[in-house]
């Protein structure tokens, strides 16, 4: 048995591609990168606040202090989630209710498509099914098919195939 070597344009169909790892788009690596250690020491500072003085404490009093400290943080966060919460859950709500409101006055009343373009569409996939894989009867009476591998089809092809025919995706 022969391994095949996959070739780069091969290999670039199969996988998603991110810019963050391709060669070159510092800016992007700075930024990104620069992001995440904003958010990690985000994390854990306020950890660190509490913790610093437990930790290197000269007398028992700052210990204490410590304590009250992450206690009234805890309240204010307190006060903070029962502002939050309600105002988020409201506003979940009423995005929920207003997308649903589209839906049925607009998704469903009107047409979304052009039926034309949709027509011209089919027409263009069909002629090409039926020059490639025989008429339509024939197809649909296989019970059984095996397409060799030269017939098979990229991608990108029927977006192509609209492109060339006047009806291009959007």
């Known amino acids: 048995m022969m391994v095949q070597k996959a070739v780069r344009d091969e290999v670039s169909e ?31 500072l306020p950890f660190l606040l509490v913790l610093f003085p437990i930790l290197f404490w000269h007398n028992w009093a700052i210990v204490f202090d410590v304590f009250d400290l992450a206690i009234r ?8 989630l029962y ?3 309600p105002i988020i859950l409201i506003y979940l709500i009423l995005l929920t209710f207003k997308n649903n409101r589209r839906y049925k006055k607009v998704l ?3 047409i979304t498509y052009d039926e034309e373009t949709l027509e011209i569409r089919k027409e263009v996939v069909e002629a090409f099914m039926t020059e490639r894989f025989g008429d339509k009867a024939f197809r ?8 060799p591998e ?3 089809l ?6 192509d195939l609209y492109k060339d ?3 291009d995706l959007k």
């Not at 990229?154 to 977006?159: E, V």
């Open 165 to 167: 025919s006047g009806v």
């Open 150 to 152: 030269e017939k098979n």
């Open 14 to 44: 199969q996988f998603i591609e991110d810019k963050f790892f391709e060669k070159g788009n510092v800016g992007l690596k700075i930024r990104q990168v620069l992001i995440t250690i904003l958010a990690w020491i985000g994390f854990f």
């Open 83 to 85: 502002i939050a919460l």
């Open 140 to 147: 649909q009476s296989q019970k059984f098919v095996s397409i």
């Open 108 to 110: 469903q009343k009107e």
């Open 154 to 159: 990229s991608d990108t092809f029927i977006r």
């Open 73 to 80: 943080i805890f309240k204010i966060m307190d006060d903070f």
